[in-house]
């Protein structure tokens, strides 16, 4: 069985951040600059990288594709991509990054023939990543 660690790079307000148990209110800065990052994570070895758009996944609509953009142009590891991604126009608009994947969330959840429609036409380069919460006894 292969393993893979996958970096990620959360951007939000145009910075790398990560929240607190997914909350916007408790976030850490980690960089002000989500391009330099994704260039750290590749010298350090990262085989691809996943990044999020927080401000997307919250607007519904992707909102930082002009930081993806830098960062596919200065990146040669493959990139997925997710946040905000609920309809086939913003799939396209991420596709046309250049970015290996688009990856759906809520999407997947409250709209599942979205997914299928996606695989319909970008086949492999869909997938679906899902935040779970599990109830400690």
Known sequence: MDFQVIP???IRGGRCVRLFQGKYDRETVF???P???ALQWQQEGANRLHVVDLDGALAGVP???DILRRMVEAISIPIGFG???RDLRSILQVMETGVDRAILGTAA???PDLVKRACDVYGDRI???LDARTALS
Do not use: C
């Open 63 to 65: 909102k930082n594709l």
């Open 8 to 10: 990620a790079v959360d």
């Open 127 to 129: 997938a679906v990543a």
């Open 83 to 85: 946040g905000g991604l």
């Open 35 to 37: 391009v330099a990052m």
């Open 109 to 111: 959840v409250e709209t």
């Open 31 to 33: 960089s002000e600059d």
